[in-house]
């Protein structure tokens, strides 16, 4: 039967220890992808080990990307934007118990977060290594956490908390193919198409952006990241049970531009640059429908929805492009549903 319908719009009910109570008043927003060990739950009739549940999708109530996979207890982190220690706090997630971090790629959108995590279990005395695995550039940004986080570190010294930042916090550059493996999951990437960086350049060639495979016990989860078209991503995500896809609308972002008056003072050349990103290096809802119809996925959940001039968005009008394709069930996702 799958996941009953009737779970999936049902808010997270998790307790939370004393140390998650710190920031349950604050609300901040993103999104976990959680694969527990449930058992027979709410009258399924066969045990379910993976649940879905969304809450990253950038609104204006909304935290930046992450996502959080659980697999027998242990935590597996992908992607940590602006509010993601806020969020997992929210949703009762211990801090200290996340060990594990994968990085779709080096935007600020999805790492902003990352050196508050790693501080934050710094701070509550977690000593086995964080290890953070990514595209180029995810070591440096691991480095550069390091050194900003320096200063509290030796002041806190006084305190009792010495273990040294360089035992918490490792970071790791992979490269395409399977990245990590343990009991739990197997986690596969492949480099996408949402870098361009033009031949000649300075920084032609240093980094890469990657979508993930997730392969757990019972289910197979596919992560898109930030990507455009790519044959490459499309294969990656073949007869997945979930594809969390991006998705994104050129247009809606350059009338936010022009509202917040940001377009008028970018050059020609600029906005030229910023069209072609969009339009090239993510995916319309269309371009959505033929990765899942063309990888045979179950079901598409729309998340990193884009910001509009229409308050309170509820993005809805996006279904049906999708389904233009693809004729399973897709979702736009909101906070804390259940899948």
């Known amino acids: 039967m799958g996941l009953n319908s ?22 901040t927003t993103m999104m976990l992808i959680v694969v527990a060990h449930t058992g027979c739950e709410m009258g399924l009739a066969q045990e379910i080990k993976t649940r879905l549940i969304t809450l ?11 996502n959080v996979l659980i697999v027998n207890g242990t935590n597996y982190l ?7 220690v806020r969020r997992l ?32 279990e710094w701070d509550f005395q977690r000593h086995d290594p964080v290890d ?38 490792v970071g790791h550059d992979v490269q395409p193919g399977m990245i990590y493996q343990d009991k739990n999951i197997k986690v596969t990437a492949v480099e996408n198409t949402h870098f361009h960086i033009p031949e000649g350049t300075p920084y032609f060639g240093k980094y890469k952006s990657y979508s993930y495979r997730f392969e757990t016990p019972d289910r197979v989860i596919f992560v898109t990241g930030d990507t455009g078209p790519s044959e490459a991503v499309t294969k990656l995500g073949a007869g997945a049970d979930i594809l969390l896809s991006e998705v994104a609308s050129a247009e809606d972002m350059k009338q936010v531009l022009i509202k917040n ?26 371009e959505v429908g033929k ?21 309170d968005d509820d993005y809805q009008r996006f279904i049906p492009e999708v389904k233009k394709i693809f ?13």
């Open 56 to 66: 990253t999708v950038p609104t204006k109530d909304r935290a930046q990307s992450s």
């Open 6 to 27: 009737a779970i999936q719009h049902e808010p997270l009910r998790w307790g939370m220890t004393a140390m998650n109570k710190i920031g349950s008043a604050i609300a």
């Open 291 to 311: 990765v899942a119809a063309q990888a045979k996925v179950k079901k598409v959940i729309l998340t990193h929805l884009p910001a509009t001039i229409t308050e």
């Open 132 to 169: 953070v695995y990514g595209p180029p550039g995810t070591a440096a940004l691991v480095k550069g956490a390091i050194q900003y986080f320096t200063v509290n570190a030796e002041i806190r010294w006084a305190e009792g908390r010495r273990t040294p930042l360089t035992d918490v916090f």
């Open 78 to 84: 992908i992607d940590a934007g602006d509010g993601v």
């Open 261 to 286: 008056g940001t377009w008028q003072g970018m050059t020609s050349d600029q906005q030229a640059a910023f069209m072609k990103h969009l339009t090239e290096e993510h995916l319309t809802p269309e």
């Open 327 to 339: 004729s399973g069930e897709v979702v736009v996702a909101k906070d804390l549903m259940q899948f």
């Open 89 to 120: 706090t929210q949703a009762g997630i211990n801090l200290r118990q996340v060990g594990k971090v994968f990085i779709t790629h080096d935007h600020d959108d999805h790492t902003a977060g990352l050196g508050t995590l790693l501080s934050y």
